[in-house]
């Protein structure tokens, strides 16, 4: 029964989940399996967000993949390099000195060339919306709650700089309101000044506020470390990013021997992660409530393993399966292995447990104004 | 010695870029399981006192502290904030600028976490703490769609999760309405008696916390800190309650520092306050009830005339409800209300700078006025309808002659770098003579400099300017939205006198407000609002005792009767008019 009670699921699990989706849909131009990919993604999003302000952001992030497709599309007509046979478009072409043979500013637009545009946008735009949904689902805050201990302080510090976004917006409209009772309504850069400074003020003065009441509720506490012990641990530390930095050139340069390259990654990741180990056991901090790692977790993660496995194996044996046919232009397959693939990625939708709803308790009437306090 | 709570020895404080020391040679110790009330003026140095408590002064703000402060016996000296949190507890005026999490529970568990208190602990200690505060249907709203009397528990339950065993709350009451503060101050006093915690509170509200503190402890101007019993202390005090001026006044001792003390003493004064009402006739009647029904026995034509206002913000809230509203001259004008009440709502509509989603509001412009003085007779609607005009459709700076407005936050008017400059400012985008601005200011808060920024001054100098900055383009009507926030009793009182002031010489000041003994003084009609409905409105007396809740000290202790304040009861028995 317990696995079945609402609760929400493992942040990790969610990004693992949307970077495998991210990575199947790299593979293919293919416009069913894209627009597959994105109606499995918007129906996971659909079924599983929560009730937070992120997770309306959903929709902000399809409208930048339309954003996208547009701008491509565009972009082609402008200065894309046009190919093809089925004439769409007669433009006049400017002709350009040799050196800029990769551009071609106007000239007749076709079909194939247009299309071949499209779908890339696409392609990008459901990638995004891959991004979006973990956006989505994945509590961002909770997500830095999972960080090791070593690196909570950071975890914490972008978890405040996040909220003094909406805070900064609440002042900035604020002033613009008070700026109105003097008579003052320029707009546009001349009105910078006068509603930068008590913006700002006002921010500065939170952001104290808030980093006393931080300060004198523990955050930043950590037991007495010996010397030697410290020095350890930065040595640790430092040599796994050293080892990190080398590795990740040997696996990009070819020529280097292959001992510099994945073991020595290897070697760094791990030395990097014990530095980390070590750093943090100094640190008292606890977790009210942590995130459980269960099934659910292992599931969402498997289903997007799944998705990305099925299509990048499909892209090694059989390429054409996933591109769409433009040199002749011809209706995009429908290949079972694929299609199959992505309807797995669905599966979180149905399998994880549903997020929490919190009671509504919004008044129906009475204003919002909020309690602003100062000095 | 490490047995006291709190204790500080030849502490004095001067802060980073000040000229002599805010705290001077303070000795101070607050034993376990009391809760001392600190008070002082403005600009005293009580936040710096509450700040040397929990080591913030010197680690956090700078400047050189002397001496030793010792909390259960560890030094300041060599513990930092976050090395004390386990043994003290701070909450701020503004609960909401010290939430790091977004929900109750997280926040409630912060302090725990950063101290490495294992799970079950924490979980144990959040739903005690839930239950303590009366706040466990709260568990997962999100912090900032509390009101703010919840925010300001969840704040004292996010530092109590720790244990600590001293707690120190700067003005904890402040932003609250007479209901929210009510709340916080249960819960405080119910910490103190069934937890012994040790509580030191900061407050500029005196009576709501008077007659649960057993020890009061003054921070006078010059740094120099006494303590001694509430009653002891009061007696000289120069921050009283209006039940300790009356006890003053009238030689009570011991000196009442509730309303039923004072009650019980005051048997004798109620029975000379009553002679006074029989002896006079109605018509010569000295007492306060006249000159706060002035505005309504003869309303001298409408300056401002509001019918059906309502207010929409976004997200299907309605905050104002279809309220109408007269303004009349010469008259000071209290709106009250709950937070959220829809207040500052209606302010900004009145203003016409606000959102206005239905309803009209006509203002009487000061040329019509001038120019016929005689058709805004008693009753009339302030000259025919063609001679009003609506404030919204005017530009900003046309607005602001007709209908003034001080927001909450008075300071996000002021943008420039010094009083001079923004004076000036002042006169021009109104279109004044130069140096209006300036002689208003000097009229209402004598002794600012010209070159002072406005940062450094004091909250009361503050609207003070922004008072003059809004005054200089002459408005018939002045909107005042909570100006007595953060305001000592003096200053209060310098507000008071200065909106009176203002009132006399014909305009219509509106001045929204939690503070009942501030609406006892100074105005001459009430305004309630609820849920955006106006529940009552009526000449002061008669509205804000009418309810226990909001009538004014004095009125509880003289009551029946039309006597709101201590200068009403002086001038009732002195025969001299209020």
């Known amino acids: ?375 | 010695m490490a047995d006291h709570a709190v204790s500080l020895e030849r502490v004095s404080v001067t802060l980073p870029g000040a000229d002599g020391p805010v705290l001077r040679e303070v000795d101070l110790t607050v034993e376990e399981g009391e809760l001392a009330l600190v008070v002082g003026r403005t600009g005293s140095g009580k936040s710096t006192l509450l700040g040397a408590m929990c080591a913030r002064v010197p680690h956090f703000t700078g400047g050189v502290l002397t001496g030793h402060v010792l909390l259960h016996g560890r030094d300041t000296r060599d513990h930092r904030p976050r090395d004390l949190a386990d043994v003290v507890g701070v909450v701020g005026q503004d609960p909401a600028a010290g939430f790091v999490t977004d929900t109750v529970e997280e926040e409630l568990a912060y302090g725990m976490e950063q101290l490495g208190l294992p799970g079950t602990t924490m979980r144990k200690r959040v739903e005690e703490t839930l239950d303590l505060l009366g706040i466990a249907e709260l568990r997962d709203a999100p912090l900032r769609d509390l009101s703010g009397g919840q925010q300001q528990r969840v704040a004292i339950g996010s530092v109590l999760t720790a244990h600590p065993r001293v707690l120190l709350l700067d003005e904890p009451t402040s932003a609250l309405d007479p209901t929210g503060a009510e709340e916080v101050l249960a819960t405080i006093t119910r910490l103190v008696h069934d937890l012994a915690v040790t509580v030191v509170v900061a407050e500029h509200r005196v009576e709501r916390v008077l007659h649960y503190a057993d020890r009061v402890v003054h921070v006078a101007r010059d740094g120099s800190v006494r303590s001694g019993t509430p009653a002891g202390l009061m007696v000289e005090s120069d921050i009283t309650s209006p039940v300790v001026e009356l006890g003053r006044y009238a030689g009570w001792s011991p000196l009442p520092l509730s309303v039923r003390d004072a009650r019980r003493a005051a048997r004798d004064l109620r029975a000379d306050l009553v002679g006074t009402l029989e002896r006079s006739s109605p018509a010569d009647r000295p007492a306060a009830g006249q000159r706060r029904r002035r505005g309504h026995v003869a309303p001298q034509g409408r300056l401002l005339s509001a019918r059906g206002v309502v207010v929409r913000h976004p997200g299907d809230v309605v905050a104002v409800a279809g309220v109408d509203l007269d303004l009349f001259p010469s008259e000071v004008t209290a709106v009250m209300g709950r937070n959220g009440s829809g207040k500052s709502s209606l302010l900004w509509a009145l203003q016409g700078s606000g959102t206005l989603s239905g309803g009209t509001v006509q203002v009487v412009p000061p040329a019509t006025r001038a120019s016929t003085p005689g058709t805004a007779g008693s009753g009339g609607a302030g000259g025919t309808a063609s001679d009003t005009v609506e404030p919204r459709v005017l530009a900003a700076g046309e607005r602001r002659a007709l209908v003034g407005l001080v927001p909450q936050s008075a300071a996000d008017l002021l943008y420039l770098d010094t009083v001079g400059a923004e004076c000036h400012q002042a006169d021009s985008e109104s279109g004044r003579l130069p140096g209006t601005c300036a002689d208003l200011l000097g009229e209402m808060a004598p002794g600012i400099v010209a070159d002072q920024h406005p940062r450094d001054l004091s909250e009361g100098q503050k609207l003070a300017l922004v008072l003059a900055v809004q005054l200089t383009a002459d408005p018939p009507v002045l909107l005042l939205d909570e100006p007595t926030r953060g305001l000592d009793p003096t200053a209060k009182a310098a507000l008071s006198r200065l909106l009176r002031g203002l009132a006399a010489r014909g305009r219509s000041i509106v001045v929204s407000t939690h503070d009942v003994e501030f609406v006892a003084q100074c105005s001459d009609r009430v305004v309630v609002l609820a849920a955006g409905e106006v529940v009552a409105d009526g000449p002061t007396a008669d509205v804000i005792t009418s309810s226990p809740a909001f009538a004014p000290q004095v009125s509880k202790v003289t009551g029946p009767g039309p006597w709101l304040t201590v200068a009403d009861v002086r001038a009732a028995l002195e025969g001299v008019p209020a």
């Open chain 1, 1 to 375: 029964m317990r696995s079945t009670l609402p609760r929400a699921v493992h942040p990790a699990a969610w990004w693992g989940w949307a970077i495998g989706m991210a990575v199947a849909v790299s593979t293919t131009t293919n416009p069913v399996l894209l627009l597959l990919a994105l109606c499995v993604v918007a129906l996971v999003v659909a079924a599983r967000r929560g009730t937070s302000p992120w997770a309306r952001a959903f929709r902000l992030y399809l409208w930048l993949g339309l954003a996208i497709v547009v701008a491509r599309v565009v972009l082609h007509v402008l200065v894309g390099l046009k190919f093809g046979e089925i004439v769409v478009l007669r433009l006049p072409e400017v002709t350009l000195p040799s050196w800029a043979a990769g551009i071609q500013v106007g000239g007749t637009v076709y079909l194939e060339g247009l299309l071949a545009a499209a779908l890339a946008g696409l392609r990008l735009a459901v990638m995004i919306a891959c991004i979006g949904a973990a956006n989505a689902l994945a509590n961002p805050k909770r997500l830095l709650r999972a960080l090791p201990g070593a690196l909570h302080e950071i975890g914490s510090a972008v978890v405040v700089s996040v909220s003094v976004a909406p805070q900064l917006a609440e002042s900035v409209q604020r002033v613009l309101r008070a700026r109105q009772l003097r008579g003052d309504t320029t707009r546009g850069l001349r009105a910078v000044p006068t509603v930068a400074l008590p913006v700002l003020e006002d921010t500065l003065e939170r952001s104290l506020l808030l980093a006393a009441a931080m300060d004198s509720r523990g955050y930043g506490r950590t037991d007495h470390v010996p010397g030697g012990h410290r020095l350890v641990t930065g040595a640790v530390t430092l040599g796994g990013l050293l080892a990190s930095a080398v590795g990740i050139y040997g696996v990009l340069d070819a020529t280097t021997p292959a001992a510099m390259g994945t073991p020595t990654l290897l070697a760094g990741l791990a030395l990097s992660g014990l530095g980390l180990w070590l750093g943090g056991r100094h640190v008292p901090r606890t977790t009210y409530r942590p995130d459980p790692w269960r099934g659910a977790e292992w599931l969402t993660v498997g289903c997007g393993v799944v998705a990305a496995a099925t299509l990048v194996t499909v892209s090694r044996t059989t390429p054409e399966l996933l591109v769409m046919p433009l040199t002749p232009l011809a209706v995009p397959p429908l290949p079972m292995a694929p299609v199959v693939g992505l309807l797995v990625g669905a599966l979180p939708a149905y399998l994880t447990p549903a997020p929490p709803r919190p009671a509504a308790r919004a008044a129906h009437r009475g204003a919002r104004d909020r309690v602003v306090v100062r000095g």
